[in-house]
């Protein structure tokens, strides 16, 4: 049986790792990431680090949701709170992201307006809800568990807190179109560009 409940710290390592699998070959982690500057770490091992970086950011700053099949995280998510703003040159700043700063080399400038475009763009009014970030074990990647998810643990979680819209962003239009099935409606697209290639983004929301 599937749980909901928030990420502990002691598992922040772990529910990385799970991000990496899930997200690697996401259009939007590829474009961001994986041109970087790689020193002495891979893109897994880099992506790992950064990932551990923004769970402990939203373990303060926001909701870290995780879904639990017995003891073992499946699934993870991200809820960024109204009037939360936080990027990536935040991160940077952070200690415990200084470590890997040689990843970030000449792209870096790049990359960073990618991001921060790309969140701008997204958080559409001050008082939302943004869901940042669903991932879902390789696996367990069907519709019904990641559907579960949101309509049992996430929706129900964002609604105790007083949120009545929830905004998310999908890259691709297969996905875009799996939250309207779930009830979100577009509100806008764009193109992001990453260098030579262009990354679509839907934005969409739900009222709850």
């Known amino acids: 049986m599937i749980r909901y409940q928030r990420l502990g710290r002691s598992e922040i390592v772990y529910t990385a790792a799970l991000m990496v699998r899930a997200l690697k070959a996401n259009p939007v982690v590829v474009?961001?990431?994986m041109n970087l500057s790689q020193r002495n770490l891979s893109y897994e091992q880099g992506l790992c680090q950064y990932f551990q970086t923004e769970l402990a950011i939203y373990l303060?700053?926001?909701i870290v949701l995780v879904a639990k099949d017995d003891l073992r995280i499946v699934g993870v998510s991200i809820l960024v709170k109204p009037h939360t703003h936080i990027g990536l040159v935040?991160?940077?700043?952070?200690r415990r992201l200084t470590s890997i700063l040689d990843l970030f080399k000449t792209s870096l400038r790049r990359e960073i307006r990618m991001f921060n475009n790309r969140n701008r763009y997204l958080r559409m009014q001050s008082n939302n809800w943004e869901l940042r970030l669903l991932a879902v074990e390789l696996g367990y990647q069907d519709q019904k568990i990641e559907t579960d998810f949101l309509k049992q643990g996430i929706f129900p979680t964002v609604m105790?807190?007083?949120g009545t819209l929830l905004t998310v962003k999908a890259s691709s239009r297969l996905r875009a179109l799996y939250f309207q099935n779930i009830g979100f409606q577009i509100n806008?697209?764009?193109?992001?560009?990453?260098?030579?290639?262009s990354v679509p983004i839907w934005g969409l929301s739900k009222v709850l």
């Open 31 to 33: 474009n961001t990431f």
């Open 60 to 62: 303060r700053k926001g």
């Open 90 to 94: 935040q991160c940077l700043r952070l």
């Open 160 to 162: 105790d807190c007083g």
């Open 188 to 197: 806008n697209f764009k193109s992001l560009k990453s260098g030579q290639q």
